[in-house]
């Protein structure tokens, strides 16, 4: 079982519909990181949040932190096929503590 | 902007056999890692060093050893291939500490036969 158990593990959607990836786990985190990874790349970070109950936005994308701290989702509005790729979330259980990575949810988005 | 280089992006190997994949940043960072990547499993730490000189164990280091002998280079190394350590390997750099952005390479694709 992992740390972090992201779902689901593939979306495959048409172009300008809208998805929610989630990122769960039973332990509290005090930061966590979203990253997307293309083919033949490594990963890319996308944001991190720090607070329980945050929420950043990224031109389309939508990410929040949990008041708890335990989970994250990461909302695309009208999605474009330029979102699709591997999306993978990283927590560090306490400040100085190594990253721990989810399982990723591989998005599709057809034209 | 190189950022992380990493050699070779692919390579076979038989089992039993040995081989360094290289890594090295031009960042000036302190902090380097490497991952392996399997189907459905994320990204897992194999080893990481906070800087010249000083290394530690991730998540899966069996079967692996790591040096980090510059800021800049830090070599992942398989001293007896198996088949379960085919995989994609990213090596990862960052600055902020170990929960600060990674930078990562364009990963190497390992097959051991």
């Known amino acids: 079982t992992q740390l972090l158990e992201q779902s689901p593990q593939f979306l495959s959607i048409q172009e300008g519909e809208n998805l929610t990836v989630y990122c769960n786990s039973s332990?509290?985190?005090?930061?966590l990181q979203w990253y997307r990874q293309e083919p033949g790349e490594g990963p890319v970070l996308l944001v991190t949040?720090?607070?329980?109950?945050e929420v950043k936005k990224l031109k389309r994308l939508t990410f929040q932190f949990g008041d708890a701290r335990k989970d994250s989702s990461l909302h695309i509005t009208a999605a474009q096929p330029g979102d699709t790729g591997l999306y993978l979330c990283a927590g560090a259980r306490a400040a100085g503590n190594k990253l721990t990575f989810g399982g990723g949810t591989r998005v599709l988005v057809k034209p | 902007n190189a950022g992380v280089t990493q050699t070779p992006k692919f390579q076979v190997l038989k089992t039993g056999q040995s081989m360094t994949l290289q890594c090295a940043q031009d960042m000036n960072h302190e902090y380097m890692s490497w991952y392996r990547q399997d189907p459905g499993m994320g990204l897992r730490l194999i080893h990481y060093?906070?800087?010249?000189?000083?290394?530690d164990q991730g998540e899966v280091p069996n079967g692996y050893n790591v040096s980090r002998s510059t800021t800049e280079d830090f070599p992942l190394r398989l001293l007896s291939a198996a088949p379960s350590q085919t995989s994609v390997y990213f090596c990862?750099?960052?600055?902020?500490?170990?929960?600060?952005?990674?930078?990562f390479g364009e990963g190497s694709r390992l097959t051991v036969l």
């Open positions: 060093s906070v800087g010249a000189g000083i290394t």
């Open positions: 949040v720090v607070t329980g109950g």
């Open positions: 990862a750099s960052n600055e902020q500490g170990n929960t600060g952005e990674l930078f």
């Open positions: 332990s509290v985190f005090s930061s």
